[in-house]
């Protein structure tokens, strides 16, 4: 986790907050690049990507459905307890996975490291008490048993508690938009994307609330309120100028596959990392609502995916000023915010510091230091 996040010390509630974003973060980015191959094959192959292909496209909803919750539970599972750990980790993730409807990566970072903490103390309470010759067996069979019974909790449990979880967030971002408070809803709508809830919200109520506006209208607000890409590019340029020096270098690919494709999950593990950028997040994305407000823009259709080229394809007939003035104040306002929260790069350490481990550091001892400063005074002399 270190690798992703400084060491925080204290025990005040910041410093909780922060380790908790550590760990997710450190569940989430050696993945990264898993995420990036599903937003690649996404952008580019699905109905609406750069290059349409049916087949390929069946790899993009067993991607998301599975195959990253499980990288997500099994390392989760890896973290607590090493190999044991990932293996009942990853069991118990397809219980929810198969459980749900919808993506189920915040019930793989809870089932995940759940299920591994329970077999690590399993496996401190019969540490010394197995005969000789059974280890393995019993080893086996605890995983088995441990890791099964977890698929089916998390089949009836944590599955449903995530989907009810989504139904609630969608609920409360259809209320603010009766009530005409949209650029409120980010309130909302940030935090739920950053827990990979943005494509239920979006898919699930602005969508239909777009379509029936666009079709009295001729356009709709609504289809802009999650998809915008321009929060999702302020917070990867901060990350670029300001985040952790180890992963500057993956944020110039992750722009390409979220401004470019469309992709908005690429950036979702950066603020997991950092729990405060969720800040950020909101203030960009209300900055972009209100100005879509205040000039009347709004699209034809939903997005999809929400990159700028999708965004220029569904955009009315004159339009154009609007919906980029939006795009590039909620990406200024995200920068902004994200930059300082970031101490515009002062935290982070020097690439040279930061490639020096706890493990690496050399360690001096007193008396050695002192006979070498004696012998030195000596040869001056």
Same mark, same amino acid.
């Given at each position: 986790?270190? *690798? $992703?996040?400084?060491?925080?010390? #204290?025990?005040?509630?910041?410093?909780?907050?922060?380790?908790?974003?550590?760990?997710?973060?450190?569940?989430?980015?050696?993945? =990264?690049?898993?995420?990036?191959?599903?937003?690649?094959?996404?952008?580019?192959?699905?109905? *609406?990507?750069?290059?349409?292909?049916?087949? =390929?496209?069946?790899?993009?909803? @067993?991607?998301?459905?599975?195959?990253?919750?499980?990288?997500?539970?099994? *390392?989760?599972?890896?973290?607590?307890?090493?190999?044991?750990?990932?293996?009942?980790?990853?069991?118990?993730? /397809?219980?929810?996975?198969? #459980?749900?409807?919808?993506?189920?990566?915040?019930?793989?970072?809870? &089932?995940? @490291?759940?299920?591994?903490? &329970?077999? +690590?103390?399993?496996?401190?309470?019969?540490?010394?008490?197995?005969?000789?010759?059974?280890? /393995?067996?019993?080893?086996?069979?605890?995983?088995?048993?441990?890791?099964?019974?977890?698929?089916?909790?998390?089949?009836?449990?944590?599955?449903?508690?995530?989907?009810?979880?989504?139904?609630?967030?969608?609920?409360?971002?259809?209320?603010?938009?009766?009530?005409?408070?949209?650029?409120?809803?980010?309130?909302?709508?940030?935090?739920? +994307?950053?827990?990979?809830?943005?494509?239920?919200?979006?898919?699930?109520?602005?969508?239909?609330?777009?379509?029936?506006?666009?079709?009295?209208?001729? +356009?709709?607000?609504?289809?802009?309120?999650?998809?915008?890409?321009?929060?999702?590019?302020?917070?990867?340029?901060?990350? %670029?100028?300001?985040?952790?020096?180890?992963?500057?270098?993956?944020?110039?690919?992750?722009?390409?596959?979220?401004?470019?494709?469309?992709?908005?999950? =690429? $950036?979702?593990? $950066?603020?997991?990392?950092? @729990?405060?950028?969720?800040?950020? /997040?909101?203030?960009?994305?209300?900055?972009?609502?209100?100005?879509?407000?205040?000039?009347?823009?709004?699209?034809?259709?939903?997005?999809?995916?929400?990159?700028?080229?999708?965004? /220029?394809?569904?955009?009315?007939?004159?339009?154009? %000023?609007?919906?980029?003035?939006?795009?590039?104040?909620?990406?200024?306002?995200?920068?902004?915010?994200?930059?300082?929260?970031?101490?515009?790069?002062?935290?982070?350490?020097?690439?040279?510091?930061?490639? =020096?481990?706890?493990?690496?550091?050399?360690?001096?001892? @007193?008396?050695?230091?002192?006979?070498?400063?004696?012998?030195?005074?000596?040869?001056?002399?």
């Amino acid at each position: 986790m270190s *690798t $992703y996040t400084p060491q925080v010390t #204290g025990s005040g509630f910041r410093a909780s907050v922060q380790r908790v974003g550590g760990y997710l973060a450190a569940m989430v980015m050696p993945n =990264i690049g898993a995420f990036i191959a599903w937003g690649l094959i996404t952008a580019l192959f699905i109905p *609406t990507g750069w290059i349409p292909n049916k087949h =390929i496209a069946e790899l993009v909803g @067993p991607m998301i459905t599975v195959l990253l919750p499980l990288l997500i539970g099994y *390392t989760g599972g890896r973290l607590v307890h090493g190999q044991r750990g990932a293996v009942v980790g990853a069991v118990a993730t /397809m219980g929810i996975v198969v #459980g749900a409807d919808v993506p189920m990566f915040l019930g793989a970072m809870m &089932i995940g @490291p759940l299920t591994a903490y &329970i077999l +690590k103390l399993w496996d401190g309470l019969v540490e010394n008490r197995i005969r000789p010759g059974f280890e /393995m067996l019993v080893d086996n069979f605890s995983a088995g048993i441990i890791g099964g019974a977890m698929a089916v909790g998390g089949l009836y449990g944590i599955g449903p508690v995530v989907e009810w979880l989504t139904k609630r967030a969608g609920n409360g971002a259809n209320w603010l938009v009766a009530h005409d408070l949209l650029p409120l809803t980010s309130i909302v709508v940030e935090p739920a +994307k950053v827990l990979f809830l943005n494509n239920a919200i979006n898919h699930g109520v602005f969508g239909p609330l777009g379509v029936a506006e666009a079709a009295d209208k001729g +356009k709709s607000i609504l289809f802009m309120i999650e998809s915008n890409p321009g929060p999702g590019l302020g917070l990867l340029l901060a990350f %670029f100028l300001f985040g952790p020096r180890n992963l500057r270098p993956s944020v110039p690919a992750a722009i390409i596959v979220q401004f470019l494709g469309g992709i908005h999950e =690429i $950036y979702f593990p $950066y603020v997991l990392m950092k @729990p405060k950028l969720i800040l950020a /997040m909101i203030c960009g994305g209300a900055a972009g609502v209100g100005t879509f407000m205040i000039t009347g823009a709004g699209l034809v259709a939903t997005p999809s995916p929400g990159s700028i080229f999708a965004y /220029m394809a569904v955009t009315p007939r004159g339009g154009y %000023f609007g919906v980029l003035l939006g795009i590039v104040i909620a990406a200024g306002v995200t920068f902004a915010v994200a930059s300082l929260l970031l101490g515009f790069g002062r935290n982070e350490p020097a690439e040279d510091e930061a490639a =020096i481990g706890p493990d690496e550091e050399t360690v001096v001892n @007193p008396d050695e230091a002192e006979n070498a400063a004696a012998k030195l005074s000596r040869q001056e002399a």
